[in-house]
């Protein structure tokens, strides 16, 4: 099977041909529903080719920072392409062991990504230790659950087994991970879990 960080890598050229505009302006309302404080730092975990990145470095201003981060390079590389801002970075990485220090970031957020990652409860851990004190960590998907993995399981290959897990086990990955305050709202058109660090 091709290991996942090349299956990402290999459909980096056309991913942005297959982001349909219906689900960037989800992903819009669910940025502003956020409603990111000017001036924070946010780390976009799993950037690929930044979808998020105009929306969050608009939301942050010129005073915040966008870390955004991606394990496949060529992934990172189209985003690098296309953004070149004052207040944005980028950073290749595995979601497991991120390159930044301890409790450096305000909020993390992880569209589209987190079932990707191979090991959930140490990528969970990592997104908590990087994060300050009090800062929100968002796990979300512009569409839901069950649609996810439907889709990962047809797909098949390297995402065949990338499942976001039933409510019960995220609740466990995110408390056991330090955060507090967890919800989780799944509807027919996003999936969006919340926390805060303790
Ligand atoms: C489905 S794509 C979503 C990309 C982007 N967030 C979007 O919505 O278009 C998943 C991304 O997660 C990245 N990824 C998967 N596993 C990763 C890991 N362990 N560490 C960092 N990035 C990872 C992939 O390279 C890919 O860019």
């Not at 669910?30 to 930044?50: C, W």
Request: glycine fraction near 8%; hydrophobic fraction near 45%; charged fraction near 25%.
């Amino acid at each position: 099977m091709v290991p996942k960080k090349d299956y990402f890598d290999e459909k980096a050229a056309k991913w942005d041909s297959q982001i349909k505009d219906e689900v960037v302006l989800r992903l819009k309302n669910m940025i502003e529903e956020l409603a990111l404080s000017q001036g924070s730092k946010v780390l976009d975990l799993g950037t690929g080719t930044g979808v998020l990145i105009p929306m969050l470095v608009g939301a942050v201003g010129v005073s915040g920072l966008v870390v955004a981060m991606d394990f496949a390079p060529r992934m990172l590389a189209e985003a690098r392409k296309k953004y070149h801002w004052s207040n944005l970075e980028f950073l290749e990485g595995e979601a497991e062991n991120i390159p930044l220090p301890d409790q450096v970031i305000d909020e993390v957020v992880c569209n589209s990504a987190f079932p990707h990652f191979d090991n959930l409860w140490q990528a969970a851990k990592e997104m908590s230790r990087v994060l300050k004190s009090g800062g929100r960590v968002a796990v979300f998907h512009p569409h839901s659950r069950e649609y996810v993995n439907e889709l990962h399981a047809f797909l098949g290959g390297a995402v065949k087994n990338c499942m976001i897990p039933e409510e019960d086990v995220m609740r466990d990955i995110f408390s056991e991970a330090g955060f507090e305050k967890i919800s989780i709202e799944n509807t027919l058109q996003s999936y969006l879990l919340t926390g805060r660090k303790a």
